[in-house]
């Protein structure tokens, strides 16, 4: 149904569960973060008006309001080898975009936290998927939260639920950003451009 993804690169090297569930590393831009993905999506009141929510989010391994699996955790998943677990990044598919979508973005958060886990941009709106532990060749990845370039996996809790939302944005324009760039100028700039969005929560147990 989709074209192939030409050469992906995976989102980073397979981890094991960090030591500290919840914990996250030194959040970058803390304050640019709860600002920008607090309420219902990554934009504040006021900002680029209305955001139609009219883009559909699914994936073949996640489901809406269901929680999220150990292997797109910090949990993982069980390798075989000497007990050893590692996590990837998930599937997700999406339609529905505006017909004037040049560019698509994808961000990875915890609005209750602020915490954002990936965010992924310049995705070409033709693919329509994106593929697990996967990153298109042309796309790139801004830094996260915890300060990395790549898919940082959540640590849920089981007596303290939180929701995991995975956001297409379709933008009007690239970001024109590097790879690695600042958690707050890639956010800022995704707000700028994006003329549409959805979402797909998961993890809310």
């Known amino acids: 149904m989709f074209p192939a993804l030409p050469s992906p690169r995976t989102t980073g090297a397979r981890r094991a569960p960090r030591t500290f569930p919840g914990a996250l590393a030194g959040a970058l831009a803390a304050g640019t973060a709860l600002t920008l993905t607090t309420g219902c999506g990554l934009f504040s009141p006021g900002q680029n008006g209305d955001m139609p929510d009219d883009i559909t ?25 000497d007990g050893e677990r590692e996590t990837v990044s998930p599937p997700l ?16 958060d915890d609005p209750q936290a602020a915490e954002v886990f990936w965010v992924l941009y ?8 994106l593929r697990q532990n996967t990153v298109p060749a042309d796309a790139r ?61 998961t993890g809310t147990g």
């Open 122 to 129: 310049d995705l070409d709106p033709q693919l329509g998927e």
């Open 57 to 81: 989010v699914t994936s073949p391994l996640m489901q809406e309001g269901r929680p999220l699996a150990d292997a797109y955790s910090c949990v993982g998943e069980e390798t075989g080898q």
């Open 141 to 201: 990845q801004g830094l996260n939260s915890a300060g990395e370039a790549s898919y940082d996996p959540p640590c849920p809790e089981e007596d303290d639920p939180h929701g995991y939302r995975f956001t297409v944005y379709a933008l009007q324009a690239p970001l024109d950003l590097p790879e690695g760039a600042e958690l707050g100028s890639t956010l800022e700039a995704i707000a700028e451009r994006a003329i549409g969005r959805g979402s797909l929560v």
């Open 93 to 108: 598919t999406w339609s529905g975009l505006p017909e004037d979508t040049v560019s698509i973005a994808l961000v990875v």
